[in-house]
T-cell receptor
Framework: GQQVMQIPQYQHVQEGEDFTTYCNSS?????IQWYKQRPGGHPVFLIQ???SGEVKKQKRLTFQFGEAKKNSSLHITATQTTDVGTYFC?????????????WGLGTSLAVNP | DSGVTQTPKHLITATGQRVTLRCSPR?????VYWYQQSLDQGLQFLIQ???????AKGNILERFSAQQFPDLHSELNLSSLELGDSALYFC???????????????FGPGTRLTVL
């Protein structure tokens, strides 16, 4: 079936190091969303990408949508302890009545101060 | 604070029982989504309602049901509970109800269900 794979599942970094999580779909996505869930919290919307090859930045976070609209990445430059949490991607696949939002399993980021 | 409220915060019950989780969406949002989050399963989409009507169905068990009322609040009913139903249940809302949940979703704080 339709899947969105997210890698890595876990990542430990030293504060100041960069971090990247990748989202790969088995089918073409019409758009992709990214959410962040802090420990003990709820998912919070970060961004939505729609266009092929789109790149968006939010301060130290850079989001990319692949040219084929089958993959996406979130890159954090110079991580801080406030970046700790689980990052989820969610892609929209299919059309009409078959359109579905498919969630990745998330990448949990731990940052050592 | 997302503006989405969920009650109760915690619920402890026994196997075989039935519980109801409640969600109030953000003011103005017409769509409500329910998710289950277990430790090893990530976020599992259960069901979406838009303006009182079921819009999309995910991996919702037959023992589970939901509805959205005229005032737009929603309830998720879980029956014949099993140990494996222990999880965090999130409700989310969005302004519109496009199929596939492509609208930005605002999540509530969740209800932690423990089945003993």
């Amino acid at each position: 079936g339709q899947q969105v794979m997210q890698i890595p599942q876990y990542q430990h970094v030293q504060e100041g190091e960069d971090f990247t999580t990748y989202c790969n779909s088995s089918t073409t996505l019409s758009n992709i969303q990214w959410y962040k869930q802090r420990p003990g919290g709820h998912p919070v919307f970060l961004i939505q990408l729609v266009k092929s090859g789109e790149v968006k930045k939010q301060k130290r976070l850079t989001f990319q949508f692949g040219e084929a609209k089958k993959n996406s990445s979130l890159h954090i430059t110079a991580t801080q302890t406030t970046d700790v949490g689980t990052y989820f991607c969610a892609g929209t696949s299919g059309a009409g009545n078959n359109r579905k939002l498919i969630w990745g399993l998330g990448t949990s980021l731990a940052v050592n101060p | 604070d997302s503006g989405v409220t969920q009650t109760p915060k915690h619920l402890i019950t026994a196997t075989g029982q039935r519980v109801t989780l409640r969600c109030s969406p953000r003011s103005g949002d017409l769509s409500v989504y329910w998710y289950q989050q277990s430790l090893d399963q990530g976020l599992q989409f259960l069901i979406q309602y838009y303006n009182g009507e079921e819009r999309a169905k995910g991996n919702i068990l037959e023992r589970f049901s939901a509805q959205q009322f005229p005032d737009l609040h929603s309830e998720l009913n879980l029956s014949s509970l099993e140990l494996g139903d222990s999880a965090l249940y999130f409700c989310a809302s969005s302004v519109r109800g496009r199929r596939g949940g492509t609208d930005t979703q605002y999540f509530g704080p969740g209800t932690r269900l423990t089945v003993l």
